[in-house]
C-alpha cells in the first residue's frame, strides 16, 4: 500500500522501509510514526517477509523530530497519550531489521537507528543526540540505548554537548556494525538482508533473543537463556538439515 511519510517495497524475502519527508530531512513526526508502525505490523504477518532494511536518503537517514510538532506538545496530554512509546514497535520487531544510514541520523533518527538490530553506516553517515540545544533530551530511548551501545562516558558527552559523531568514531565506538561507501551501502544491506533471510528462521529468532538478553540480565541468566535457546534448536527440522549440509559439503535448505 502507499503512505504518506514512507516507501515500501519487497525485494525477495527483504522489506525495505525508505523514510521519505525530502523536504525536511525526513524528520520524524507522528504520522511517520503511524506509517512506519502500520508496515512493520503488516510485513510481521507476512511470512515471505524474513528480514527488514530501515533507511532514508543519502542525505538524511533522519535528522532528528519535527520541532513544529514537538513545539506545541503539552505534558498532560503527552503523559495521557503516551506520547512517543509507539516508536518502540520497531525494537518489538519480531523480524530482524537493519538500519542503512547515510548522513544525518540525528535526535530521533539516531534513537530509530539504535532501535534495529544494528547499523551498516554509509562513510559520510553523522550520528547525534543534539537535543541539548532546544532545551531537551532523548526521548525515544537515546539515554539508555546509546550508552549501552557505546558506554557512559562517551554517550554523556554526546548528549551534554550536542555534539555529532562520524561514521568512523561511530565504528570504533561500537555504535555501528560497519562502514561501507555511500554508493555501495544499500546494495550491502539488501545482500546482508537476504543473507539473514537465507538462514532458518528460528535460528536468527534466538541469536537476536539471547544477545538482546545480554543487555538486561547478569552474566549467569544469560547464559543459562542461551543454554535453553541452544538446546531448544536441537527439536527443529532446520538443526538437523545444517549440521547434514555441512558434513555433506552442500548448502543447506532450510524449511523455515
Given at each position: 500500500?502507499?503512505?504518506?511519510?514512507?516507501?515500501?517495497?519487497?525485494?525477495?524475502?527483504?522489506?525495505?522501509?525508505?523514510?521519505?519527508?525530502?523536504?525536511?530531512?525526513?524528520?520524524?513526526?507522528?504520522?511517520?510514526?503511524?506509517?512506519?508502525?502500520?508496515?512493520?505490523?503488516?510485513?510481521?504477518?507476512?511470512?515471505?517477509?524474513?528480514?527488514?532494511?530501515?533507511?532514508?536518503?543519502?542525505?538524511?537517514?533522519a535528522a532528528g523530530a519535527d520541532i513544529r510538532e514537538l513545539q506545541s506538545v503539552h505534558y498532560l496530554d503527552a503523559l495521557h497519550?503516551?506520547?512517543?512509546?509507539?516508536?518502540?514497535?520497531v525494537a518489538d520487531c519480531s523480524k530482524p531489521t537493519i538500519a542503512a544510514v547515510a548522513g544525518y541520523a540525528l535526535g530521533g533518527g539516531c534513537e530509530l537507528a539504535?532501535?534495529?538490530?544494528?547499523?551498516?553506516a554509509a562513510d559520510n553517515a553523522r550520528f547525534g543526540q543534539p537535543e541539548v540545544k532546544i532545551g531537551t533530551l532523548p526521548g525515544m530511548g537515546g539515554t539508555q540505548r546509546l550508552?549501552?551501545?557505546?558506554?557512559?562516558?562517551?554517550?554523556?558527552?554526546?548528549?551534554?554537548?550536542?555534539?555529532?559523531?562520524?561514521?568512523?568514531?561511530?565504528?570504533?565506538?561500537?555504535l555501528v556494525s560497519r562502514i561501507v561507501p555511500?554508493?555501495?551501502?544499500?546494495?550491502?544491506?539488501?545482500?546482508?538482508?537476504?543473507?539473514?533471510?537465507?538462514?532458518?528462521?528460528p535460528a536468527v529468532q534466538l541469536n537476536r533473543m539471547?544477545?538482546?538478553?545480554?543487555?538486561?540480565?547478569?552474566?549467569?541468566?544469560?547464559i543459562a537463556i542461551e543454554r535453553q535457546a541452544f538446546l531448544s534448536l536441537f527439536g527443529t527440522d532446520d538443526q538437523q538439515e545444517g549440521m547434514q549440509a555441512f558434513l555433506d559439503k552442500r548448502q543447506a535448505d532450510f524449511k523455515r
Open positions: 500500500m502507499s503512505y504518506e511519510t514512507i516507501l515500501t517495497t519487497v525485494t525477495g524475502p527483504v522489506g525495505i522501509l525508505t523514510l521519505n519527508r525530502p523536504d525536511a530531512l525526513n524528520a520524524l513526526n507522528r504520522q511517520v510514526m503511524l506509517d512506519v508502525v502500520h508496515a512493520l505490523n503488516t510485513w510481521e504477518q507476512d511470512d515471505a517477509v524474513r528480514a527488514i532494511i530501515i533507511t532514508g536518503s543519502q542525505k538524511a537517514f497519550t503516551q506520547f512517543l512509546k509507539e516508536w518502540e514497535r539504535m532501535m534495529c538490530d544494528f547499523i551498516l550508552t549501552r551501545l557505546v558506554g557512559k562516558s562517551k554517550a554523556m558527552e554526546m548528549c551534554l554537548t550536542g555534539r555529532l559523531m562520524d561514521a568512523e568514531e561511530a565504528e570504533r565506538a561500537g555511500l554508493n555501495e551501502l544499500q546494495d550491502e544491506a539488501l545482500e546482508v538482508a537476504n543473507r539473514i533471510a537465507g538462514f532458518s528462521a539471547c544477545i538482546n538478553a545480554a543487555l538486561n540480565t547478569t552474566l549467569e541468566q544469560g
